[in-house]
C-alpha cells in the first residue's frame, strides 16, 4: 500500500474519531481515546493497513511539535500568580520524588537510567490541552475548581517538559541543565523584548498582523518560523524538541497581547484538524494491545500509581495552608481538583516515544503506559464530573430538611379538636341569634 492510501486512512480515522466521540457517544469519552484506538486498529499489530514509515514519522514529529505549541500558548501567567504557581510546583516536585520512589520499590529499575526517568516524569504530568475543552464545557474555568485545575495542569506540562529536557537527553545531566539554562533565558528575552516595542503605539503587533486576512497569512507564518527555528535550535543543543515547541507557544503569548483569539483560532484549525490527530494516530499504531491482554495487571497498577503519585498530592496540599480559592472548597471539590490533575496521556506518549527513540523502552512497556494514560482520560473526567456535580448523601440530606422547614405546620391532634369546638360553638351561637330575631 502507498503512502497516500496510508495517510488517506489516517486522515479517515482523524475524521471518524470526533463523530465518535460527540455524535455517539456525547463527548463523555475524548477524541483522544478514538485517536487511539483507531491508529491501533489500522496498526502493525491489529489488521496491518499502515505502517510508520519516514513520512509518517515526519507528520508525528510535526504533531507533537504543535501540541506542545498550543500547550505553551495556553500557559497563562495569572493563573500561577497569587501564590497558585509556587504551591503547584511544591506539589508537582512532591509527584516527581514520588515517581522515583516507585520507579525504585515498584518497578525496580535505575532511576537515573532513561527509562527510569521516563516512568517517573510520565507519572507527574496533567493533560491541560485534554482538560481545557472539557472544562469550558462544564463553565468550570471561572470557577475555584477549574482556577486550582488551571494552576495544577499548567505546571504539570511546564514540570515534565523541562524534566525531559534534562533527564532524557543523551549528554551529562550538568550538561543539558546549563544548555536548557540558556535555551530558557533565550525564550524569556524573545518574549520580554518585544514589550517596550509595545508601548510605542503597538507598530509591533501592527506589523505581525499584516496581510492576516490575506494569502499572506503572515501571522500564521511568523508562529512557523518561531516554532520550526526554536524546534531545531533545541535539537541541535540535544535538548528534546517538545522543549523548543512549547518555548515557541510560551513566546507567541507573552508577545501577542492583542489579536491572541485571532491567531489561536488560526493556530487550532492547523494543528487540531490535522498534524495533532496525525501525532495520535500514528503513536496509537506503535501500541500493542497484546501488552492488555498479556499483563492487564500492569496497565491497572500504573493507573494506580497515577492517583497516588499526581492525584493525591494535588487533593492533601488543598488542606495544607489553604489559600483562599481552597477554603471556598468542598471536600467532594477537593477530590475533583485531584481527579482532573491526574488526567495525563500526551505527556505519557511523548515521553513513552523519546525513550523508546533512545532504545531505553521496551515496546511492550510503553503501550502499557500509554494504555494506562487512555485510561485515565477516559475515566477522571468522568469522576471528577460526578464528585463535583451529583450530590453526595449529606447534600441529599440537607435539602431534605430544608424541604421539611418549608412546608406548612400541620396542627397537632389536641389543636384540632379544640378548634373544632370553637367552630360547633360559633355555629350554634349564629343559629340562636337567628332564632331571637324571627
Given at each position: 500500500m502507498n503512502v497516500l492510501t496510508q495517510l488517506?486512512?489516517?486522515?479517515?480515522?482523524?475524521?471518524?474519531?470526533?463523530?465518535?466521540?460527540?455524535?455517539?457517544?456525547?463527548?463523555?469519552?475524548?477524541?483522544?481515546?478514538?485517536?487511539?484506538?483507531?491508529?491501533?486498529?489500522?496498526?502493525?499489530?491489529?489488521?496491518?493497513?499502515?505502517?510508520?514509515?519516514?513520512?509518517?514519522?515526519?507528520?508525528?514529529?510535526?504533531?507533537?511539535?504543535?501540541?506542545f505549541l498550543l500547550a505553551g500558548f495556553e500557559i497563562n501567567p495569572q493563573d500561577l500568580k497569587e501564590g497558585k504557581g509556587i504551591k503547584a510546583s511544591l506539589?508537582?516536585?512532591?509527584?516527581?520524588?514520588?515517581?522515583?520512589?516507585?520507579?525504585?520499590?515498584?518497578?525496580?529499575?535505575?532511576?537515573?537510567?532513561?527509562?527510569?526517568?521516563?516512568?517517573?516524569?510520565a507519572m507527574t504530568s496533567t493533560a491541560i490541552g485534554t482538560l481545557l475543552p472539557v472544562l469550558k464545557e462544564r463553565g468550570a474555568t471561572a470557577r475555584p475548581v477549574g482556577k486550582l485545575v488551571l494552576a495544577h495542569g499548567a505546571v504539570g506540562e511546564l514540570g515534565p517538559v523541562i524534566a525531559m529536557a534534562l533527564l532524557l537527553g543523551y549528554r551529562a545531566t550538568w550538561v543539558s541543565a546549563?544548555?536548557?539554562?540558556?535555551?530558557?533565558?533565550?525564550?524569556?528575552?524573545?518574549?520580554?523584548?518585544?514589550?517596550?516595542?509595545?508601548?510605542?503605539?503597538?507598530?509591533i503587533i501592527a506589523g505581525i498582523n499584516w496581510g492576516a486576512e490575506t494569502t499572506a497569512q503572515a501571522t500564521v507564518r511568523i508562529m512557523l518560523v518561531l516554532l520550526v527555528?526554536?524546534?531545531a535550535l533545541a535539537s541541535s543543543l540535544g535538548l528534546d524538541i517538545v522543549l523548543g515547541a512549547f518555548a515557541a507557544g510560551f513566546v507567541m503569548r507573552q508577545a501577542l497581547p492583542n489579536g491572541r483569539a485571532e491567531l489561536e483560532q488560526k493556530l487550532d484549525g492547523l494543528a487540531y484538524g490535522f498534524f495533532i490527530p496525525t501525532f495520535f494516530i500514528v503513536s496509537?499504531?506503535?501500541?500493542?494491545?497484546?501488552?492488555?491482554l498479556d499483563s492487564p495487571a500492569g496497565a491497572a497498577t500504573f493507573l494506580i500509581f497515577l492517583i497516588g503519585?499526581?492525584?493525591?498530592?494535588?487533593?492533601?496540599?488543598?488542606?495544607?495552608?489553604?489559600?483562599?480559592?481552597?477554603?471556598?472548597?468542598?471536600?467532594?471539590?477537593?477530590?475533583?481538583?485531584?481527579?482532573?490533575?491526574?488526567?495525563?496521556?500526551?505527556i505519557i506518549v511523548a515521553v513513552t516515544h523519546v525513550a523508546q527513540l533512545a532504545d531505553a523502552m521496551s515496546q511492550k512497556t510503553a503501550s502499557t503506559l500509554v494504555i494506562a494514560g487512555t485510561a485515565s482520560v477516559l475515566l477522571m473526567p468522568l469522576l471528577a464530573y460526578i464528585t463535583d456535580h451529583v450530590p453526595g448523601a449529606e447534600i441529599l440530606a440537607k435539602n431534605k430538611a430544608r424541604a421539611e422547614k418549608s412546608k406548612p405546620a400541620k396542627p397537632s391532634g389536641k389543636a384540632s379538636v379544640t378548634i373544632g369546638k370553637q367552630i360547633k360553638a360559633e355555629q350554634k351561637s349564629a343559629s340562636q341569634k337567628r332564632k331571637k330575631e324571627q
Open positions: 488517506f486512512l489516517v486522515v479517515g480515522v482523524a475524521m471518524a474519531a470526533p463523530i465518535c466521540s460527540k455524535i455517539l457517544c456525547r463527548g463523555v469519552i475524548p477524541e483522544v481515546v478514538f485517536l487511539l484506538a483507531g491508529g491501533m486498529l489500522i496498526g502493525p499489530y491489529a489488521l496491518a493497513l499502515v505502517e510508520v514509515g519516514p513520512e509518517l514519522s515526519l507528520l508525528r514529529e510535526l504533531g507533537v511539535a504543535f501540541l506539589v508537582w516536585l512532591v509527584s516527581l520524588s514520588l515517581g522515583f520512589v516507585v520507579v525504585v520499590v515498584r518497578h525496580k529499575v535505575d532511576p537515573f537510567s532513561v527509562e527510569g526517568a521516563a516512568i517517573a516524569i546549563t544548555l536548557l539554562g540558556l535555551f530558557l533565558t533565550l525564550s524569556v528575552l524573545l518574549a520580554v523584548i518585544p514589550k517596550p516595542f509595545q508601548k510605542f503605539g503597538g507598530r527555528g526554536l524546534v496509537g499504531m506503535e501500541v500493542d494491545p497484546a501488552a492488555l503519585v499526581r492525584g493525591l498530592p494535588v487533593f492533601l496540599s488543598t488542606f495544607l495552608a489553604p489559600s483562599d480559592l481552597e477554603r471556598q472548597l468542598t471536600n467532594r471539590q477537593k477530590v475533583t481538583v485531584g481527579l482532573y490533575s491526574t488526567t495525563a496521556l500526551p
